[in-house]
């Protein structure tokens, strides 16, 4: 028992200047909606670009395999070989087609998944659309129909889907109401079925900072943190399901100069984290960018309050 205390105090003076510079998510009694329920007390972090490669369609957003990237807009994809740029394959709907506004993609086990919705029209419908990407084929659909607002990203963690309907306060041309509401914006997790199970909101201090828009991209880390990104600031946010109640918990914002909101792609075929792609619709170009890993893992469930003994209890109505 002395020896353990000894230890610990030991331990304590020895790594006491590094405890006490545990980033807010890595703290194992973090709870706040932020590190300590305030925004800006997340931790703050710089991402670096590492190119910027020009491409037409770079629009919507960007999924990335081991090989190739794909720029994304809304009825066009373009395959490029990562080592050169070059662009090898492009599909294209047309304007006319049923595929008419893409958000993003993610490439698993060689299909290319990309989100689907109607946006900007009304009802809102969202559908996943399939592409093979040897081929560049679209080769299948899963159609929500009206289902939670326009999906606009997806992701696959753990054997499970997630993604976002977002909702928006803008009112659209033609229409006499916001477009949802951003507050009503759901990041939902869903079965290989694409079957919605569980959904949560995001905290208003992060949703206020994306209106009158929504939250636009989306994608895991191999450090298992979920990143997303608004529609216009140049910042991805570091996301935590939470261990109770409907509210997703922000716990870092990544500072990344050269994009602005928009569909996101981790690259998670290579060793070491990898790097984050995204896009600028602005100049129309893909980004590839390093990102600093974060120092923990997300997993680690959260406290949810505290078990009291007689003679503790506290009366509610003193709180
Ligand atoms: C990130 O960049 C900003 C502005 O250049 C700088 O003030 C800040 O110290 C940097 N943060 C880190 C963690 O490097
Ligand atoms: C993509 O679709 C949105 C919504 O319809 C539209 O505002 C935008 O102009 C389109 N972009 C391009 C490049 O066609
Ligand atoms: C890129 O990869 C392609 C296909 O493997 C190859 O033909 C080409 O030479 C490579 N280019 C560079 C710059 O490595
Ligand atoms: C990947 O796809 C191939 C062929 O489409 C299939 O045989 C294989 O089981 C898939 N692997 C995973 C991990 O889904
Ligand atoms: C949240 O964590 C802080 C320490 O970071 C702790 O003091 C507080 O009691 C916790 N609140 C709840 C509701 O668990």
Excluded at 86 to 104: E, K, R, S, T
Excluded at 216 to 244: C, E, M
Aim: hydrophobic share 35%; aromatic share 10%; with cysteine.
């Amino acid at each position: 028992m002395y020896r353990l205390i000894a230890c610990s105090l030991l331990a304590s003076w020895l790594f006491g200047i590094t405890v006490a510079q545990v980033p807010p998510h890595c703290q194992p009694s973090f709870n706040g909606t932020v590190g300590n329920g305030k925004a800006g007390s997340e931790q703050r972090l710089n991402g670096t670009t590492i190119r910027k490669i020009k491409a037409p369609d770079a629009n919507q957003g960007v999924a990335v395999d081991a090989e190739h990237f794909y720029s994304i807009d809304n009825f066009s994809i373009t395959k490029h070989r990562k080592n050169n740029s070059a662009p090898v394959l492009q599909w294209y709907g047309g304007a006319n087609g049923p595929i008419i506004h893409l958000d993003g993609g993610v490439v698993i086990n060689g299909t290319l998944f990309a989100p689907h919705s109607n946006y900007p029209m009304a009802p809102i419908t969202s559908s996943v659309e399939m592409w093979d990407v040897k081929t560049m084929q679209h080769i299948g659909s899963h159609s929500f129909g009206i289902n939670r607002g326009s999906m606009t990203w997806l992701d696959q963690h753990n054997g499970n889907w997630y993604g976002t309907f977002a909702n928006y306060d803008r009112v659209q041309p033609g229409q006499t109401q916001p477009y949802g509401l951003t507050m009503n914006t759901q990041m939902v997790q869903m079965n290989d079925k694409f079957e919605i199970v569980r959904s949560w909101i995001f905290p208003a201090i992060l949703y206020n900072t994306f209106k009158p828009m929504s939250n636009s991209g989306g994608s895991f880390g191999k450090d298992g943190w979920l990143y997303i990104t608004g529609h216009d600031a140049s910042a991805a946010y570091v996301i935590k399901v939470p261990s109770a109640g409907s509210v997703l918990i922000w716990v870092a914002t990544i500072s990344l100069p050269d994009i602005a909101g928009q569909g996101i792609a981790w690259d998670r075929s290579g060793t070491g984290n990898g790097n984050l792609w995204g896009i600028s619709r602005d100049s129309l170009e893909v980004v590839e960018m390093r990102v600093p890993t974060q120092a923990c893992g997300p997993d680690a469930a959260l406290p949810v309050g505290r078990v009291l003994g007689p003679r503790q209890f506290i009366d509610p109505s003193s709180d």
